[in-house]
């Protein structure tokens, strides 16, 4: 179903440029952040309080009976902390007037210290309250499995965040991509449910590595040692999915920010889709039009205006 090696090479090729990017955007500099332009005088301050204001914001809203069901499907700290980053950055890109194609380094990396932390929280809270431990029967250190899992789930929302934003500011009009990006929620969750089934409830890599093992060598294989198997395999394969995701949606949007600055609009979710499958099973590129050598910014009505 997946190609893994394909995919761990576009989380790589994401996150290689990634670490630069944020090492910029977060410079030893105060007077150079350039994030000053998005998030006001005081950025770091800014970003701080908007995911810690999120984090409790969400935290409180999941109390409500209300929203108790909705929170079983949505992290709302995601929510809310997606909708106060997509909200600044369309402001800069739509409106001020001022966004260049050198902006999207720092813009994106922005977005990095939310991810983290939604990322730690979500995996702390699995550690404390969701039963992580050993496989029944099997030694302690089977507890790696679990933890792994766990670390894998955290991801999502990571990756979640990072593909959400995306849409939503790589379009000028974002209610047309918002139904694109909630039925994409829908498919995903469900794909992802299947496989939870299929590898970790019902657990089908772990028993056919057994009869393989036991039909070559002849050696009996513990029942806990096939579960153990199934979990890493989970871990394994929603990670690099997770991953790949990041990346993809990254380097994408790097590469149509100048299509954003000149029209307004970059069909991110079509694109990532696409990134995501070998190079041999990609639908055709379209030519992309002459950036003529310089640096563009959103206009009133997404055209060209002077370069940097």
């Known amino acids: 179903m997946f190609n893994l090696r394909h995919l761990m090479h576009v989380a790589r090729q ?53 929203l108790e069901a909705l929170s079983e499907h949505i992290d709302l700290a995601a929510v809310l902390i997606g909708a106060a980053w997509a909200l600044m950055i369309r402001r800069y890109l739509f409106g001020s007037g001022e966004a260049r194609r050198s902006d999207f380094a720092w813009l994106a990396a922005s977005l990095v210290p939310a991810g983290a932390a939604l990322v730690a929280v979500e995996f702390l809270s699995l550690l404390a309250f969701d039963g992580v431990g050993p496989v029944p029967g099997g030694p302690t250190w089977t507890v790696v499995g679990s933890a792994l899992d766990a670390l894998a789930d955290a991801l999502a929302l990571g990756a979640g965040l990072t593909i959400a934003v995306a849409a939503l500011c790589f ?18 969750k469900l794909g992802v449910a299947i496989m939870v089934l299929l590898i970790v409830e019902i657990g089908i890599i772990g028993p056919i590595l057994g009869v393989i093992v036991e039909g070559l060598l002849g050696i009996d294989i513990p029942d806990w040692l096939g579960e153990f198997v199934d979990r890493l395999t989970y871990a394994l394969l929603m990670t690099t999915i997770y991953l790949a995701v990041i990346g993809a949606t990254w380097t994408v949007c790097r590469r149509t920010f100048g299509e954003l600055l000149r029209t307004g609009d970059a069909e991110i979710l079509r694109a990532v889709r696409e990134m995501g499958k070998p190079p041999e099973k990609r639908a055709p590129e379209p030519e992309a039009a002459a950036d003529g050598g310089g640096s563009n910014e959103i206009g009133p009505k997404g055209g060209n205006s002077a370069p940097d």
Do not use: C, Y
């Open 171 to 188: 379009a000028r009009d974002w209610r047309k991509v918002f139904k694109d990006l909630a039925l994409q929620l829908v498919i995903f």
């Open 14 to 66: 994401g996150l290689d440029d990634m670490a630069p990017a944020l090492e910029a955007a977060f410079n030893a500099s105060r007077d150079d952040d350039r994030l000053d332009r998005v998030f006001g005088p005081h950025p770091r301050a800014t970003i701080a309080a908007i995911i810690v204001g999120g984090l409790i914001a969400g935290a409180l809203l999941e109390r409500l009976p209300v």
